[in-house]
């Protein structure tokens, strides 16, 4: 089983719409989480930490169950320059400052 | 404050050529972190780096792999006797301590 689990996608929505992406982690001793962004063939940005209380920022809301062991960030009134691929990132324990990323999930927002 | 600094963007190399990548991470950042991101999969840890040290290699190839972090200058990803596996885009990323991460814009390896 692999350590973070995404739907590959690609999601094809339409501007203004609200999408939502899942991930599951197989390490119930995971100890941060975040969701970045990467556009075609640049590098990951952080888009967001996730934290158990759930988090916003703007349209974006995280969150993250640590009983079922599975993330989610939901997009509202989704935008153009949204299309990207969503990448579910987990701090495993003992790695340090090691990440563990999903394969992604690709978001296209279409007109 | 220029961002983590990687260089070449893209590189060419026959097989059996050495690969030579660099790193320069943001000012005030001791720690490096290489990924490896494959056509179509996500990015995959290498090695982590501090000043002179290697703290852990876990992601690392065997062999033709090697990385280092010297006290001056750049950290360094070298991959000898490339082969077409080795065919990707190697990100960098530093950081001051044990959290937050800033990537650089990679290099993509081509391998023919």
């Known amino acids: 089983r692999k350590e973070v689990e995404q739907d590959p996608g690609p999601f094809n929505v339409p501007e203004g719409a609200t999408v939502a992406f899942n991930c599951t982690y197989s390490?119930?001793?995971?100890?941060?989480f975040f969701w970045y962004r990467q556009d075609c063939r640049k590098e990951p940005k952080l888009l967001m930490s996730?934290?158990?209380s759930g988090n916003e920022d703007g349209r974006f809301t995280a969150q993250l169950n640590r009983a079922s062991q599975y993330i989610s960030l939901l997009i509202r009134d989704s935008k153009l320059s949204d299309s990207a691929t969503y990448l579910c990132?987990?701090?495993?324990?003992?790695?340090?400052?090691?990440?563990?990323f999903g394969t992604g999930t690709q978001l296209k927002v279409e007109l | 404050n220029a961002g983590v600094m990687q260089n070449p963007r893209h590189l060419v190399r026959r097989r059996g050529q050495e690969a030579r990548l660099r790193c320069s991470p943001m000012?005030?950042?001791?720690?490096v972190y290489w990924y490896r991101q494959l056509p179509e999969e996500g990015l995959k840890f290498m090695v982590y780096?501090?000043?002179?040290?290697?703290?852990?290699e876990s992601g690392m190839p065997k062999e033709r792999f090697s990385a280092e972090f010297p006290k001056e200058g750049p950290s360094i990803l070298r991959i000898q006797q490339v082969v077409r596996g080795d065919s990707a885009a190697y990100f960098c990323?530093?950081?001051?301590?044990?959290?937050?991460?800033?990537f650089g814009s990679g290099t993509r390896l081509t391998v023919v």
């Open positions: 990323a530093s950081s001051p301590g044990d959290h937050g991460y800033t």
């Open positions: 390490n119930s001793a995971s100890q941060s």
């Open positions: 996730v934290y158990s």
């Open positions: 990132v987990v701090n495993l324990p003992g790695g340090g400052n090691k990440l563990t």
């Open positions: 000012k005030g950042h001791s720690h």
């Open positions: 780096l501090q000043k002179e040290n290697i703290i852990d």
